[in-house]
């Protein structure tokens, strides 16, 4: 029996989704569990795989954005009369147009075309010659009229009187290297007189684009790549934001991960997570976000962590990790980041966040400005871990330091307000074992 395939509703906040590429075409038998189409859902795609089988008889939405459990397709017997279903989706009085070609024919315009002489006298007199170099024009450009194909005065002044667009005022010395180099001066884009030099030039730069072979490529962003680019701007023009940096000793945070390492092997960005979340409950308004001029605060933390990938990056959210263990946290957030990896994240699983962590420090970078994650009002920014000189109980030593990146929307959050926070966060990090108490 025929029946709709329809937008999937695949997270409990999933209200619209946008086909990117049909995988089946119309007339195609479909098994279940056959991937049909590709669904890009709030900087996730996901695979569509069939319910159902049959003849994929008519496809409704090639692209774009659907409400969810809305009809994208037909699918059914190959012979059955699907005029209903057409009818109540409302193609049926909208039938495909075919594309026509209409070929008209063209009247092509032609023009005798002058290539400057390679080699042999020019017949020209001399007084036209002198014409010529009084006027700036090439006399090899110019078709004669005179006895034997020979330049007059009146051919030259009639070529000089031509629109700059149809000729180019050229010396005669720019002449003479342009027939030996092969260069065309009509192609050189000067508005006043071309001299040697603009020839000599113009040859370097073809020669050089012919080496260098330049390629540009171009290509539509994708839905994660869209809905990024969407996001980033409006959070920019949402949050007033300032940035702060802050440099802590990881030690503590080492010898935590040295000493447990038996039991469950974690992850700087983990030690963070856990304890970032603590901190958040000290601070509410790190943790609050805005809305038609209230400001909501929260008893719980849904920490997001931030996972690049090739074509974007990804914020799966660790929720209610204010009330998880370390061991607890680290395996959700490796769950999640394979996930990100094999596509397989729901909308659910990026939606919640109320502050976000984003670690750059394993390609080495030292400081950076993250923008925050609408609707939250900061993020934080982990760098890299350097070894640097610092002076401990008067001795100086050398530690491995690391610079936290804070971002804060100063709508909510005041500088004294962020730097407390950090500074509470400092302590944490080099004292982890806070978190017991």
């Known amino acids: 029996m025929a029946n709709y395939i329809v937008m999937p509703k695949m997270g409990l906040t999933m209200t619209e989704g946008t086909i990117s590429n049909w995988r089946k075409q119309e007339g195609d038998e479909i098994k279940k569990g056959e991937i049909i189409f590709d669904v890009e859902t709030d900087k996730l795609t996901n695979e569509y795989d069939s319910k159902a089988e049959g003849v994929l008889r008519k496809i409704l939405v090639k692209e774009g954005t659907v409400p969810v459990l809305a009809p994208v397709a037909v699918i059914g017997g190959r012979n059955e009369d699907i005029t209903d279903l057409l009818n109540q989706a409302g193609t049926a009085s909208n039938p495909e147009i075919k594309e ?46 005179g006895p034997e194909g ?37 192609e050189i884009e000067k508005s006043t007189r071309i001299m040697k030099d603009d020839v000599i030039k113009y040859k370097l730069a ?25 996001r ?3 959070s920019k023009q949402i949050s007033p934001t300032v940035s702060y940096n802050l440099k802590v000793d990881t030690t503590g ?17 983990d030690i963070l997570v856990k304890i970032v979340s603590k901190v958040l409950l000290e601070f509410p308004l790190l943790n609050s976000s805005v809305d038609n001029g209230e400001i909501i605060t929260r008893n719980y933390v849904n920490m997001g962590v931030a996972v690049a990938l090739p074509e974007g990056l990804l914020v ?5 990790a204010n009330v998880k263990g370390l061991k607890e946290i680290s395996e959700e957030i490796k769950d999640l980041a394979g996930k990100a990896k094999t596509n397989e994240l729901t909308p659910d699983d990026l939606s919640g966040g109320t502050f976000t962590i984003s670690n ?11 923008i925050v994650n609408q609707p939250e009002v900061a993020i934080l920014g982990v760098n890299a871990i350097n070894d640097e000189v610092k002076v401990v109980n008067g001795e100086i030593t050398i530690r491995p ?37």
């Open 100 to 145: 026509q070609t209409n070929i008209k024919g063209i009247k092509e315009e032609t023009s005798e075309a002058f290539v400057p002489a390679k080699s042999g006298r020019i017949k020209a007199s001399p007084r036209a010659k002198k014409i010529a170099q009084e006027l700036g024009v090439d006399i090899s450009l110019i078709k004669g009229t």
């Open 150 to 186: 020979s330049v007059t005065e009146r051919d030259i002044k009639d070529f000089a009187e031509q629109s700059g667009d149809e000729r180019k005022k050229v010396s005669p010395t720019a002449a003479v290297v342009a027939n030996q180099l092969g260069v065309d001066t009509n």
């Open 206 to 230: 073809g020669d050089l684009t012919r080496y260098a072979e330049p390629q540009e490529l171009r290509k539509p962003m994708s839905g994660m790549r869209k809905v990024i680019a969407r």
């Open 232 to 234: 980033m701007l409006e």
């Open 253 to 269: 945070m080492k010898q935590l991960r040295d000493e447990i390492r038996d039991v469950a092997k974690v992850s700087y960005t």
């Open 316 to 320: 799966p959210v660790i929720k209610y």
């Open 360 to 370: 750059v420090g394993m390609y080495g970078v030292e400081s950076f400005t993250p």
């Open 401 to 437: 330091m690391m610079n936290l990146s804070l971002t804060a929307d100063h709508r909510v959050v005041d500088g004294a307000v962020a730097a407390a926070f950090l500074a509470r966060l400092k302590e944490y990090t080099e004292k982890p074992g806070l978190l017991l108490l």
